[in-house]
Structure formats: structure tokens, C-alpha cells
T-cell receptor
Framework: GAGVSQTPSNKVTEKGKYVELRCDPI?????LYWYRQSLGQGPEFLIY????????DSGLPNDRFFAVRPEGSVSTLKIQRTERGDSAVYLC?????????????FGPGTRLTVL | DAKTTQPPSMDCAEGRAANLPCNHSTISGNEYVYWYRQIHSQGPQYIIHGLKNNETNEMASLIITEDRKSSTLILPHATLRDTAVYYC????????????FGPGTRLSVLP
């Protein structure tokens, strides 16, 4: 079956611009997670959704970052006034439920480059 | 901070078993051991997970010591396509618990 998909696969933007990154989770998965991965490091947690609501946004680095999941399926990560330090691969994962026993399945990521 | 310690890199000959160690000496009773791998330019791929007992699936085997302070991921017959960064993660059995990734082990399978 279809896995987690993310678009675009690559995004190049200029410092100060606004970007949106999209995640399509596996059909039927109610929990959705966003992570960020800098070069040479493991992924770092940003935010997770259970259904439509952001249940834990403790990993968002600052208020320039925001994410939504209005219908409980597709999610969009939004970054305002981008900075060069925001350059990273942004990964999305979904799981059947938010139970700690459910495995998270990751998408291929969106590589964001801020010039 | 990640609760696991892994060697930064390992080599393995193609066709041989790859044994990747992981130390998690502070693991608590409700924490599972998960293994993911990440092939270059792809998202992390789930491999296997376990709590106490050894586990096996079509990809790998997971051996957890009796005291649960360490584990080993075994790829029985490594191929060149198994070259990747392998992450060992302990994750508490809580609702909505995210994964905390460390730097992982970079496995190179050599021809």
C-alpha cells in the first residue's frame, strides 16, 4: 500500500520568505509526527497531531514554525520568515494511533534550503 | 538526549551477518527497543522492535539481553543495499511518545 508521502521533495527559498511543506500520511493513520534532520544528525521531534489537534508542539524551535492538520489527514508545516538555519530535511511520520506501541512510518522528507 | 549508545561506524562483508550493538543501560521497564535505518537521502525505515523477548521478522533479528541493558540487531545475510545508518532507540510506552534519535551506526557493507 501507499506509504507516507511528502511534497515537495526539495524546496529552495530565500531568507525571509514563507514556505509550506505538505505531508500525506498512510490512510487511516490518526497520529502524525513532524521531525527535522540536520546534516549528519538524527531526526529531531517537532510536533505531533492526534486527529486534527496538535497534541504536543514542544519541539517547535520558535513561533515562526506552525503546523496544521485541519481534517485529520493531510498536514502542512508552515515556516515564516525563513532563516538559513532552517535549512534541513523535514520528515513526516504517521502511526495507526498515538499509542506508544504503534510503529511510526516515515516519509521520504522535504529538503529545505534557505539561501 | 538519546538514551542509547552505538558505535559510530561498522563494516561488514557482503553475505555475512551484520551484528549491530546498542547499549541502553538506563532503560526502564516500560521502554521498548526500536531499530530504524536510514539509507542515504531517504526517510528512516522501521526494522524491528521488542520489549523483553528476542524478535525476528523478514528483515532482521533483535536480541535483547536478559537485563535489558543492551541489544543487538542482526542482519543475517548483509547485502550492499543494507548500507545505511542504523538507529537504536528506546521509547517509553506512552501515548503520543515521539522518537529521540541519536547519531546511530553507519554500516558499510563491502563487496
Amino acid at each position: 500500500g501507499a506509504g507516507v508521502s511528502q511534497t515537495p521533495s526539495n524546496k529552495v527559498t530565500e531568507k525571509g520568505k514563507y514556505v509550506e511543506l505538505r505531508c500525506d500520511p498512510i490512510s487511516g493513520h490518526t497520529a502524525l509526527y513532524w521531525y527535522r534532520q540536520s546534516l549528519g544528525q538524527g531526526p529531531e521531534f517537532l510536533i505531533y497531531f492526534q486527529g486534527t489537534g496538535a497534541a504536543d508542539d514542544s519541539g517547535l524551535p520558535n513561533d515562526r514554525f506552525f503546523a496544521v492538520r485541519p481534517e485529520g489527514s493531510v498536514s502542512t508545516l508552515k515556516i515564516q520568515r525563513t532563516e538559513r538555519g532552517d535549512s534541513a530535511v523535514y520528515l513526516c511520520a504517521s502511526s495507526l494511533t498515538a499509542s506508544g506501541r504503534d510503529t511510526q512510518y516515515f516519509g521520504p522528507g522535504t529538503r529545505l534550503t534557505v539561501l | 538526549d538519546a538514551k542509547t549508545t552505538q558505535p559510530p561506524s561498522m563494516d561488514c562483508a557482503e553475505g555475512r551477518a551484520a551484528n549491530l550493538p546498542c547499549n541502553h543501560s538506563t532503560i526502564s521497564g516500560n521502554e521498548y527497543v526500536y531499530w530504524y535505518r536510514q539509507i542515504h537521502s531517504q526517510g528512516p525505515q522501521y526494522i524491528i522492535h521488542g520489549l523483553k523477548n528476542n524478535e525476528t521478522n523478514e528483515m532482521a533479528s533483535l536480541i535483547i539481553t536478559e537485563d535489558r541493558k543492551s541489544s543487538t540487531l542482526i542482519l543475517p545475510h548483509a547485502t550492499l543495499r543494507d548500507t545505511a545508518v542504523y538507529y537504536c532507540i528506546v521509547r517509553v510506552d506512552n501515548y503520543g511518545q515521539n522518537f529521540v534519535f541519536g547519531p546511530g551506526t553507519r554500516l558499510s557493507v563491502l563487496p
